[in-house]
């Protein structure tokens, strides 16, 4: 009896010394590519837990990271072993295996509506939580624009000042001012004590605005400088305190339709002329010139964006003693995102296709991404810059890889086009508002419909998911704003 027992443990530590010897040989990278250290044999059985710890060990991390890892765009949820019979991967060539930095934090799905708050007399045509998630601007029809107490869900004023309707609201990165643009191409400056305009409206732009972007905190604390966008074909840059317009950004053909100040410190235009422009902000003057769609372009988005947006407000509800401080802050969260690498762009087009850009390395693009039917809406990279997702006129949302610019995946299952998007902060939610009258939270890992927010009585125009992630505004046709939770 004691002769098998030993028999048997004997044959298991030789299937054991096997299985440890059935290795392969890998190399970890980053997601720019960038190797870590030198290729490494791991054990089939290998799983992310104990890459994980490789990983945190290499970089020699004091505080434990979590990653997910990934071998040609796809996710490793099981040990190399399975991976690779699965996949059929020959296990002579070198295994790049890709590391992506994870969100210490969750955000919770947000699965239902919390609060149904009437009040706007027309459609609502934007929704922006301000930079700490505590405040809520929405601009309608009506002409007004409305901030909202998120503790009560109620409304806190109604803003009036507008001729014509408010297409576009946007806070400042330092949460302490906004600014909305009408159809009549005005430009208000709100007191967020009071909900009154601070002076009269701005005006120099001959058509409507289409859109509004802040100067980064991290470049300038306190906020006061912003842009401005029209279907005239010039872009504004303003003071808001003196709220006078300091340069005029001429030199497209056709309306702009959306603008981006990006974090290092240039100005991007996308225009129905076909292209995009860059700018630098001292003298307005024009430094690069990016072409290549051919039809109008609808959408830029920063892969820095959600930094950019929240400057330096995270998850933590920190408060802040001075500008200064703030500055310091945004900074380095900043350049804690973006890493070594360059800003990157993303461009939607009415052609159906997306462009990938590096604007401060090339005038050309990095990628063209192909798939969608119809026009693209919106696009918007997830905070850690890990992903882009594009909505489209074909009823689609589909999901790119943020560096390479790859197809990843498509989400189906609004029923009308797809008008706008945004991310939770945790960058593994992804919500859309659709035509159909429907929101829909799609999950990143599992590629598939996480939860569907019918309510509204018709079509949603606008989205947001609050930086600090707790919960979702979104409003459109039937004139009403709902708050989602988890």
């Not at 970089?59 to 890892?69: T, V």
């Not at 007191?191 to 470049?219: A, C, F, M, R």
Request: aromatic fraction near 8%; proline fraction near 5%; charged fraction near 20%.
């Amino acid at each position: 009896m004691a002769e098998t027992m030993e028999v048997e443990v004997e044959v298991e530590a030789v299937a054991a010394e096997r299985e440890a010897t059935n290795s392969v040989i890998c190399q970890l990278a980053d997601p720019e590519g960038n190797p870590l250290g030198a290729a490494l044999y791991l054990p089939e059985n290998a799983s992310p837990k104990e890459l994980n710890q490789v990983v945190n060990k290499l970089l020699s991390n004091e505080e434990k990271l979590p990653y997910a890892f990934y071998i040609s765009d796809e996710e490793l949820v099981v040990q190399l072993g399975s991976y690779l019979e699965k996949n059929k991967v020959s296990v002579e060539k070198v295994l790049t295996i890709v590391y992506q930095p994870q969100a210490v934090f969750r955000i919770r799905p947000v699965t239902r509506c919390s609060a149904t708050i009437a009040g706007h007399t027309e459609a609502v045509l934007s929704v922006a939580f301000s930079p700490d998630g505590r405040q809520l601007a929405s601009g309608s029809g009506d002409t007004t624009v409305r901030l909202w107490d998120l503790n009560t869900q109620t409304p806190l004023f109604t803003c009036q000042g507008h001729r014509n309707w408010v297409l576009s609201v946007a806070w400042s990165p330092d949460g302490k001012h906004l600014v909305s643009g009408s159809k009549a191409g005005e430009l208000i400056c709100w007191d967020l004590q009071t909900g009154k305009p601070l002076g009269n409206p701005l005006t120099g732009h001959k058509k409507w605005i289409t859109g509004i972007s802040w100067e980064p905190v991290h470049l300038s604390a306190p906020c006061r400088r912003f842009v401005s966008a029209s279907k005239d074909g010039d872009a504004r840059i303003w003071d808001v305190i003196t709220r006078k317009c300091l340069i005029c950004l001429t030199g497209h053909t056709l309306a702009i339709t959306c603008v981006k100040w990006g974090g290092d410190g240039v100005i991007y235009t996308g225009s129905q002329d076909c292209t995009i422009k860059v700018w630098e902000t001292t003298q307005g003057k024009l430094i690069r010139e990016l072409k290549g769609h051919g039809h109008w372009v609808n959408s830029l988005a920063l892969s820095t964006e959600y930094v950019l947006r929240s400057g330096a407000f995270d998850h933590t509800n920190k408060h802040f003693a001075s500008p200064e401080e703030m500055k310091k802050v945004a900074l380095e969260r900043y350049n804690k995102m973006r890493g070594n690498a360059p800003e990157r762009l993303v461009s939607g087009s009415d052609d159906f296709t997306m462009f990938l850009w590096e604007p401060a390395v090339s005038k050309h693009p990095k990628t063209r991404m192909t798939g969608h039917q119809q026009l693209v809406n919106h696009v918007y990279f997830s905070p850690d810059g890990q992903w882009i997702a594009s909505a489209s006129f074909d009823k689609s949302v589909k999901l790119w890889n943020g560096t390479t610019g790859k197809f990843v995946a498509a989400f189906r299952g609004h029923v009308g086009p797809v008008y706008q998007i945004s991310w939770s902060a945790d960058s593994r939610l992804l919500l859309s508002g659709s035509k159909d009258s429907t929101l829909k939270v799609w999950d990143i890992r599992t590629k598939k419909l996480k939860q569907d927010l019918p309510g509204h009585a018709d079509e949603v125009f606008a989205v947001d998911w609050s930086p600090d992630g707790e919960k979702v505004a979104s409003g459109g046709k039937d004139r009403v704003l709902k708050l989602w939770m988890g």
